[in-house]
């Protein structure tokens, strides 16, 4: 039996749930896999896509729903790098860690965003703006050292270059939230 | 099943078809060694240690032999020069992330990993690099140290297969692995019900019960203090093995007079509070049968609350279900209530100045005695809680010779007790010691079994039930005439659950019911020595030496036990007011992720 991703294409805009509303979709999910084996991991893929993340009180949600030890779920969730169990900033940022941008300069790249948005691999800025992941290999090997912003590749990041790049996702939010306010 | 042929180092080899080529080795004198693997446990892959070259049908890589099947036709080789590199290589890559603490280890010569390197000849360490440091997790029965342990995974094994409670796992991946409670929380802090059967299969340091040697220690040496120990039934089954004795070694008058030359102050016994046990629980037994019979609401079926780790199951897992529980003290907690209340008094000692030692096959009776409510007078009933292995390691401490000693007896009288109290060692025995006085007292006979063993429910089986049919009553009985009463008996959580899944949903057909935490009961309790065979054969043996303590005595009934009787014209009825006070207690509703309670026992570290 083939489970398929198609079946995370939701139709809810999940920004806009409250936690209650998420979580009752999430049982929800649960319930369509009911007594299909080996659907963990679909329903985390979900659960993470409708929560955005997989805090342990989520993990203790699913074992109960779906009468499974919190300590299995765990082992999934801390096994693959997919998952995250800390809350996701609004703009996700990930190096390239590969071979070949790791011999062209990565490490001080990596270095670099710490440093300027004080923030450590795998976390969150604490204003919740950024969140800092390092990947193996984005498939822009030729544009090394590349990262990545939410969806945008940047070539060739030198840490001289990079406070311009994160310039433009802070300005953007200002505008966002200036408009919001008039 | 057929018989296969292959060929290990040139040797033509039989096997039964599906073996393992480890077991195929094994059976024609091949030894082959192994770390991770546990037969009847833990079979997994993990350490690569037992790797073989399979010649034939030819394999690229090395074969870990306790995975692979062996087949008919195969060729083996277990120790040519590159099979022998290759497990050096292996262990010594286990060995760069070990803490190498072995001087300061309690496992020092006691530990799996140290043999296997002696054994495979490794003098050297060639991988010394990185390595991850993980804080040391103590809680009050068990403490874990993953700087010591090697991912073999048995702990993993034990916890989820056998015992069904899932609280270790193995989270994270790569060098980060790590095996630990969910959410890498302190185990304290879990719905662990700490039987400690991941410390007993645990082949190196990693996880140990947290010990009270110290404790006990300091108390022996305190001269204000009056120090009182009790050793459970399946102590005496146990300890022999802690001095290189086989399985099966029943050594009851060198555990007293061990513990006398120890110098505690009185050498009294648990089996004495059995049969208090069977008093107060038998009497419970008989109400709540009589509210049943009269129409009543009486919660049945009744069962049994002697194992700590067993309460605590229940507590996380049907919290909803706690009045079906016995209201009494597990013994070794009656028995500490007693010492400091009637006992203090009769001897004209103040409560605070009594220290009561449980010699214990259990890690789960160390959180036991850390519970609140299992105190009197604002004084806990139990002050100290040693396993099997912990005595062991203060006898030696000690310089006493155990093999010699002379035997000797128990201290009276709470020292004195029937063959009933001996066989609270073994699932089953609870059950059986209860019906050997509830079917007198209802009938005024002798309960109508040979030998008084109810051998439907003598064995290891998961689950073993009964049923015993009341004729002929007492006239006060006139009420259970005819009545079939239905008995079931399980051991290990997985046993548990099925019977619990029954009374949850109002479906159980039983009566009474016992529940002994670890599989096989105390015999096979997470504090006993570890065993030096299959743990199957183990078992047996210990559980046919728990019979022989019973049959040798010569009062075998709790109400029998003259100091018993003794007890109860002072202290007045079972299942009266006192009783109430000191040998009954209550539960505490804890839920699966401890969302009922705030209670939590974890010991900080600084």
Request: net charge negative.
């Amino acid at each position: 039996m083939s489970l398929s991703l198609e079946k995370l294409a939701f139709e809810h805009d999940h920004e806009s749930q409250t936690d209650e509303e998420k979580y009752a979709e999430i049982a929800q999910v649960i319930e369509s896999y009911k007594d299909k084996e080996g659907s963990l991991i679909m329903v985390l893929h979900a659960a993470q896509e409708i929560y955005g993340y997989l805090p342990p009180e989520l993990q203790e949600f699913i074992a109960r729903k779906m009468n499974i030890p919190v300590s299995e779920i765990h082992g999934v969730v801390s096994f693959y790098s997919f998952f995250s169990t800390q809350k996701k900033g609004k703009h996700t940022i990930r190096m390239c860690q590969g071979t070949a941008c790791y011999v062209r300069g990565g490490q001080k790249v990596v270095d670099a965003i710490k440093r300027n948005l004080n923030v450590e691999v795998g976390c969150t800025t604490e204003d919740g703006q950024f969140t800092f992941e390092i990947v193996r290999c984005i498939g822009a090997c030729g544009l090394a050292p590349a990262i990545m912003i939410d969806d945008d590749v940047y070539k060739q990041v030198t840490p001289a270059k990079l406070k311009g790049i994160l310039s433009l996702y802070e300005d953007a939010e200002e505008n966002i939230e200036g408009g919001a306010d008039a | 099943m057929a018989d296969i042929r292959l060929t290990i180092n040139g040797k033509e080899c039989v096997a039964p078809a599906g073996s393992t080529i480890l077991q195929a080795a094994e059976l024609n004198g091949i030894h082959i060694p192994k770390l991770c693997y546990l037969e009847g446990i833990h079979k997994y892959g993990a350490c690569r240690i037992c790797v073989v070259e399979q010649v034939s049908p030819p394999a690229k890589n090395l074969q870990a032999s306790c995975m692979v099947e062996a087949k008919d036709g195969m060729v083996i080789n277990t120790n040519n020069a590159r099979v022998l590199e290759a497990r050096k290589t292996m262990y010594e890559l286990l060995l760069s992330n070990h803490d190498k603490q072995c001087l300061t280890c309690n496992r020092n010569q006691d530990c799996e990993f140290q043999a296997l390197g002696r054994e495979l000849g490794v003098d050297g360490s060639h991988y010394e690099g990185e390595r991850s440091l993980h804080p040391i997790d103590v809680s009050e029965s068990l403490t874990r140290d993953p700087n010591k342990c090697i991912l073999c995974r048995r702990c993993v094994s034990v916890c989820q297969k056998i015992q069904t409670t899932s609280v270790l796992t193995a989270a994270n991946r790569g060098f980060d692995t790590v095996i630990s409670p969910a959410f890498n929380l302190p185990i304290g802090s879990t719905d662990c019900t700490y039987c400690g059967q991941c410390t007993v299969v645990c082949p190196v340091g990693a996880l140990k019960e947290t010990s009270h040697k110290d404790r006990v220690l300091r108390a022996l040496n305190n001269p204000n203090k009056h120090v009182v120990v009790q050793p459970a039934p399946a102590v005496r089954v146990g300890i022999a093995e802690c001095f290189g004795q086989p399985a099966g070694t029943s050594e009851t008058g060198k555990l007293a007079a061990a513990l006398r030359r120890m110098g505690f102050d009185e050498v009294f016994d648990t089996n004495w509070a059995a049969d208090l046990t069977i008093m107060e629980e038998g009497t419970e037994f008989l109400t709540r049968i009589k509210e049943f019979l009269t129409g009543g609401v009486a919660p049945l079926p009744m069962m049994t609350s002697c194992s700590p780790g067993w309460i605590k199951f229940i507590e996380h897992n049907y919290p909803e279900d706690l009045d079906h529980l016995s209201s009494c003290k597990s013994p070794h907690q009656m028995f500490g209530a007693v010492i400091k209340s009637y006992y203090a008094e009769k001897i004209g000692k103040k409560p605070e100045d009594m220290f009561v030692v449980s010699i214990m096959p259990c890690t789960a009776k160390k959180t036991e005695c850390a519970r609140p409510e299992l105190s009197n007078d604002g004084l806990a009933n139990v002050d100290a809680v040693l396993t099997t292995r912990e005595l062991g390691d203060m006898i030696k401490a000690m310089g006493i010779d155990f093999m010699n000693l002379p035997d000797e007896e128990f201290d009276m009288p709470l020292g004195l007790s029937t063959g009933a109290a001996d066989i609270f060692g073994v699932t089953g025995g609870v059950m059986e010691a209860a019906l050997r006085t509830v079917y007198e007292i209802i009938t005024g006979r002798e309960l109508p079994f040979p030998n008084l063993h109810v051998s439907p429910i003598v064995g290891l089986e998961q689950i073993r039930e009964a049923t015993i049919k009341l004729e002929d009553v007492k006239p006060e009985w006139k009420a259970a005439e005819g009545l079939e009463v239905k008995i079931a008996v399980t051991s290990g959580f997985a046993g548990a659950r099925k019977l619990m899944e029954q009374v949850h949903d109002g479906k159980s057909p039983y009566h009474f019911i016992e529940v002994m935490g670890c599989p096989g009961g105390c015999i096979t309790g997470g504090g006993q020595p570890r065993p030096q065979e299959d743990i199957n054969i183990v078992r047996q043996k210990r559980m046919e030496a728990i019979y022989g303590e019973d049959e040798r005595k010569v009062v075998r009934k709790s109400h029998e036990n003259k100091a018993i009787q003794a007890f109860y014209k002072e202290w007045g009825e079972p299942g009266g007011h006192k009783s109430h006070e000191y040998l009954h207690t209550h539960y505490v509703k804890r839920g699966r992720f401890n969302e009922l309670t705030n209670e939590s026992f974890v010991i900080e570290q600084e």
